[in-house]
């Protein structure tokens, strides 16, 4: 294959993509810009009504039993609105929040609180991680004190015990509110031979379309004991995101984003790293290679 064909599309290299829904299309994408797929289907999407956790916080923020409310992600906002409407009207589920101090971990959740046309009182600062969120708490202690407070923490993806345990730490009583959307699919097997390949660098390049799919992989990778072989794989292979809250997402677990396309749509995604696979995965793993041989 010729050079100009080389930086034009993937050249044979081995390309993750863990999509699900579109795991048949996903997969003739990477085919028709020359790439070898590797096909893992992440995730299955579940009722609403299985969202217990959600519902039972509804019905007791209906009953006036909190006395603050934490929301620490866009996504997780709109969904667990989703599943409140599912015990009460929206109108019902706003008002009961318009009672209560509403928190915001940062932009992405002040524009989902926005909508419901809710202001929060405490925003945490960039970088907007969970020590700029208590450090804007203390802050604010005399308008939001949390000693003795029932305080409601939404919470999307993993449990964030580092910021649990500040809001203990200054006396709050943390009931938390997972909100979940998607599970595992109910065959697993794909994603273990996932994870089994990365850790053996059996994977060129991983395309990322949803922030879910970082989660449920790691996850598999923690059952199988081999969660630090998989992040320390992706910095030698070429990682594409969607857009930035996938990055975002991807850059909480260490993971850092060597693309992100134009427009935030599957078909630019392929074809933009395709175009860049050559160039930019040489340069990585050369700086790998570099760091790893400085170290030694």
């Known amino acids: 294959m010729d050079s100009r064909a080389r930086s034009t599309n993937f050249a044979g290299l081995r390309v993750l993509s863990l999509e699900s829904r579109r795991a048949t299309e996903m997969a003739k994408l990477i085919e028709t810009y020359g790439g070898i797929p590797i096909v893992a289907p992440s995730m299955r999407e579940i009722p609403l009504e299985t969202n217990t956790e959600a519902q039972a916080f509804t019905r007791k923020l209906l009953n006036n039993e909190f006395d603050a409310a934490i929301f620490l992600t866009g996504v997780g906002t709109r969904a667990l609105t989703r599943v409140a409407e599912t015990v009460c009207s929206r109108e019902d589920f706003v008002n009961a929040l318009k009672k209560i101090p ?98 053996t660098g059996k994977v060129d390049i991983a395309l990322f379309t949803t922030s879910i799919q970082i989660i449920h992989l790691l996850k598999i990778a923690r059952e199988m004991g081999k969660e630090k072989e998989t992040v320390a794989a992706f910095s030698k292979i070429l990682l594409g995101s969607i857009g930035p809250v996938t990055s975002e997402e991807l850059r909480a677990f260490g993971i850092a984003v060597d693309l992100e396309p134009s427009h935030p749509k599957m078909g630019f995604l392929v074809n933009e790293v395709a175009q860049r696979s050559a160039d930019l995965l040489a340069k990585k793993r050369t700086a790998a290679d570099t760091s790893a041989a400085a170290s030694n």
């Open 102 to 199: 509403v928190v915001a971990r940062g932009p992405k959740p002040v524009a989902a609180l926005k909508e419901l046309g809710l202001a929060p009182l405490v925003t945490a600062p960039e970088p907007n991680t969970w020590r700029e969120l208590l450090s804007a708490l203390d802050q604010n202690r005399s308008t939001l004190p949390l000693q003795s407070k029932r305080v409601a923490l939404q919470e999307y993806g993993a449990p964030n015990l580092e910021l649990i345990g500040g809001l203990a730490e200054r006396g709050a009583m943390v009931t938390q509110v997972p909100v979940y959307e998607w599970a595992l699919p109910e065959d697993v097997q794909p994603l273990r031979e996932a994870v089994s390949a990365l850790a």
